[in-house]
């Protein structure tokens, strides 16, 4: 009966808009109280409809009511405040279907805040306030809540499991350890928790490793993808810009050969017109002289005729008929035949620069690599013969069986001079140059550096530039008694992996990959870049 006195106290003092106690607490003429800021701001929403109404019983004012504190009621309140009453629980602070609810609270549960692994409990923030304040409660592992505290319970021993049988692999209680688990391999379930955690993290780092890994990859394929892009755009524009000139250059063509053509033909005509012109000048006086010659025919009387007889121009010879010499030519079919003879041409030039672009365009690899060989017998199908080239050898080096063996020697070995020898470090190239997928392994005894470097590589002197794996022309790993240290522009990395007295070197040029392994009964990937 007192519980439901106090509920009944904290609903009289309790905002029925924000269900908290008031604050600043107002009355209104229909009786009921509310927080000055939560019925200001109920009404400023209800300023458009020009009329207020009261949240609980819905009474209108035609004007808004003019508000003013409660100077009882907020004094009620704070002294509710000092005795410790709190408000009425929200809606939002009480356990729904879904929420872990308060063991210890009765009537309508609140949501709890922590669940106790100690106690097995889970506590709203009022009962879990004993945790905080309380020496021996201090000590108890506060998690945030859940509804599974009952599978830390044995279901044969009911009492809690702390400990962890790796022999079963389950969690057990200390009675379980001494009975039905007795002789297994047992330890306490934190310290099963803090082995496994170490496992986690070290998981959580290789995956976060390969997550940077793949993002760089990811990098490296979209700033391949706009290279090729960029490539094949800037070759469509180039090679647009080249077939317009190409084009350009036959239209000028053939603009000249058809002005030449015209300029020709005018010169071949223009005699022919002069000299046509002529000949029917010629037709016409002919015609005319006809003409008066009939005429004369027909001329009836004796004495007239023989009188104009005698008057008549006697026919000259014609000039121009005999400057005339018709030749069986073809005109300019032989132009026709000649720019024929350039088609023909031109089309086997296209036609052969067509084969070589369309065989240049399928040449470009923009492939992803293929996967890196797993066994040792994959490996050996890009077997690479590697010799040594005793031109490069420094005179400290003794080649041999077929300079296929090299070993150091305290000695100077008698060399011819050569530009190509290493002068003051111990090293020595092969013959052969590494391209495409090859693969060689080296064997060693003692500490060698196997490296793979540009031919360019300086040789004479002590400087860095001429040191494997000291400068960005050579990638070196340093194989010594127990250990490996990977070199490449000075830049020192320790590789870790077991020490074998063979090294396998695995090159793929066109995908950028090279890779080291240690080579034994498996090969174990020392170092890949």
């Given at each position: 009966?007192?519980?439901?006195?106090?509920?009944?106290?904290?609903?009289?003092?309790?905002?029925?808009?924000?269900?908290?106690?008031l604050?600043?607490?107002?009355?209104?003429?229909?009786?009921?109280?509310?927080?000055?800021?939560?019925?200001?701001?109920?009404?400023?929403?209800?300023?458009?409809?020009?009329?207020?109404?009261?949240p609980?019983?819905?009474?209108?004012?035609?004007?808004?009511?003019?508000?003013?504190?409660?100077?009882?009621?907020?004094?009620?309140?704070?002294?509710?405040?000092?005795?410790?009453?709190?408000?009425?629980?929200?809606?939002?602070?009480?356990?729904?279907?879904?929420?872990?609810?308060?063991?210890v609270?009765?009537?309508?549960?609140?949501?709890?805040?922590?669940s106790?692994?100690?106690?097995?409990?889970?506590?709203?923030?009022?009962?879990?306030?004993?945790?905080?304040?309380?020496?021996?409660?201090?000590?108890?592992?506060?998690?945030?809540?859940?509804?599974?505290?009952q599978?830390?319970?044995?279901?044969?021993?009911?009492?809690?499991?702390?400990?962890?049988?790796?022999?079963?692999?389950?969690?057990?209680?200390?009675?379980?350890?001494?009975?039905?688990?007795?002789?297994?391999?047992?330890?306490?379930?934190?310290?099963?928790?803090?082995?496994?955690?170490?496992?986690?993290?070290?998981?959580?780092?290789?995956?976060?490793?390969?997550?940077?890994?793949?993002?760089?990859?990811?990098?490296?394929?979209?700033?391949?993808?706009e290279?090729?892009?960029?490539?094949?755009?800037?070759?469509?524009?180039?090679?647009e810009?080249?077939?317009?000139?190409?084009i350009?250059?036959?239209?000028?063509?053939?603009?000249?050969?058809?002005?030449?053509?015209?300029?020709?033909?005018?010169?071949?005509?223009?005699?022919?017109?002069?000299?046509?012109?002529?000949?029917?000048?010629?037709?016409?006086?002919?015609?005319?002289k006809?003409?008066?010659?009939?005429?004369?025919?027909?001329?009836?009387?004796?004495?007239?005729?023989?009188?104009?007889?005698?008057?008549?121009?006697?026919?000259?010879?014609?000039?121009?008929?005999?400057?005339?010499?018709?030749?069986?030519?073809?005109?300019?079919?032989?132009?026709?035949?000649?720019?024929?003879?350039?088609?023909?041409?031109?089309?086997?030039?296209?036609?052969?620069?067509?084969?070589?672009?369309?065989?240049?365009?399928?040449?470009?690899?923009?492939?992803?690599?293929?996967?890196?060989?797993?066994?040792?017998e994959?490996?050996?199908?890009?077997?690479?013969?590697?010799?040594?080239?005793?031109?490069?050898?420094?005179?400290?080096?003794l080649?041999?069986?077929?300079?296929?063996?090299?070993?150091?020697?305290?000695?100077?070995?008698?060399?011819?001079?050569?530009?190509?020898?290493?002068?003051?470090?111990?090293?020595?190239?092969?013959?052969?140059?590494?391209?495409?997928?090859?693969?060689?392994?080296?064997?060693?005894?003692?500490?060698?550096?196997?490296?793979?470097?540009?031919?360019?590589?300086?040789?004479?002197?002590?400087?860095?530039?001429?040191?494997?794996?000291?400068?960005?022309?050579?990638?070196?790993?340093?194989?010594?008694?127990?250990?490996?240290?990977?070199?490449?522009?000075?830049?020192?990395?320790?590789v870790?992996?077991?020490?074998?007295?063979?090294?396998?070197?695995?090159?793929?040029?066109?995908?950028?990959?090279?890779?080291?392994?240690?080579?034994?009964?498996?090969?174990?990937?020392?170092?890949?870049?």
């Amino acid at each position: 009966m007192a519980q439901k006195g106090v509920e009944v106290e904290r609903k009289s003092f309790s905002c029925s808009i924000c269900l908290d106690l008031l604050e600043d607490p107002v009355a209104i003429s229909c009786g009921h109280s509310y927080c000055m800021r939560c019925i200001k701001t109920h009404w400023d929403k209800e300023d458009e409809k020009r009329i207020y109404s009261c949240p609980q019983c819905r009474e209108t004012f035609t004007l808004r009511p003019v508000l003013v504190k409660n100077t009882m009621l907020a004094d009620l309140v704070e002294q509710l405040k000092k005795t410790g009453l709190q408000a009425a629980p929200a809606d939002h602070c009480c356990a729904g279907p879904e929420d872990v609810a308060c063991d210890v609270c009765t009537g309508r549960k609140r949501k709890a805040a922590k669940s106790c692994l100690v106690c097995l409990a889970s506590y709203c923030e009022k009962h879990l306030k004993h945790h905080y304040d309380a020496p021996p409660l201090k000590k108890h592992k506060l998690v945030d809540p859940t509804n599974k505290l009952q599978e830390n319970i044995c279901s044969r021993h009911n009492t809690v499991m702390k400990m962890f049988c790796r022999t079963d692999q389950q969690c057990i209680c200390y009675v379980c350890s001494v009975d039905e688990h007795k002789g297994h391999d047992t330890v306490s379930a934190a310290a099963e928790r803090t082995k496994r955690q170490r496992e986690l993290e070290l998981s959580r780092q290789q995956i976060q490793q390969r997550v940077q890994d793949i993002e760089k990859d990811v990098k490296l394929l979209q700033q391949e993808l706009e290279a090729v892009n960029g490539s094949a755009d800037k070759a469509v524009e180039d090679s647009e810009k080249i077939f317009t000139e190409l084009i350009r250059l036959v239209e000028k063509r053939s603009s000249d050969v058809k002005q030449q053509i015209r300029s020709q033909q005018e010169t071949e005509v223009s005699p022919v017109k002069d000299l046509q012109e002529k000949l029917e000048q010629e037709i016409t006086e002919l015609k005319r002289k006809d003409a008066e010659l009939k005429q004369l025919s027909h001329t009836e009387d004796h004495n007239q005729f023989l009188h104009n007889y005698p008057s008549l121009t006697p026919l000259s010879p014609s000039t121009h008929s005999s400057s005339i010499n018709i030749r069986p030519l073809r005109y300019f079919e032989a132009v026709t035949a000649a720019v024929s003879e350039v088609r023909g041409r031109l089309q086997d030039v296209l036609t052969e620069s067509e084969t070589n672009i369309s065989l240049t365009v399928t040449q470009v690899d923009v492939l992803l690599p293929q996967p890196e060989p797993k066994t040792r017998e994959e490996f050996l199908r890009y077997s690479q013969e590697i010799t040594l080239d005793p031109n490069t050898a420094n005179t400290h080096l003794l080649l041999s069986e077929g300079n296929r063996k090299v070993k150091f020697m305290k000695e100077e070995q008698f060399y011819s001079s050569h530009p190509d020898r290493f002068t003051y470090y111990c090293q020595v190239l092969s013959r052969e140059s590494l391209t495409g997928r090859c693969y060689w392994e080296v064997e060693r005894r003692g500490g060698v550096s196997v490296a793979v470097a540009y031919k360019n590589i300086i040789r004479a002197g002590n400087s860095d530039e001429c040191r494997f794996g000291f400068n960005d022309k050579s990638w070196a790993l340093y194989c010594y008694e127990n250990t490996y240290n990977f070199y490449y522009n000075s830049i020192k990395t320790p590789v870790s992996g077991p020490v074998s007295s063979r090294v396998g070197v695995y090159l793929d040029h066109s995908a950028g990959v090279l890779s080291f392994y240690s080579v034994s009964d498996t090969m174990t990937l020392l170092h890949r870049v």
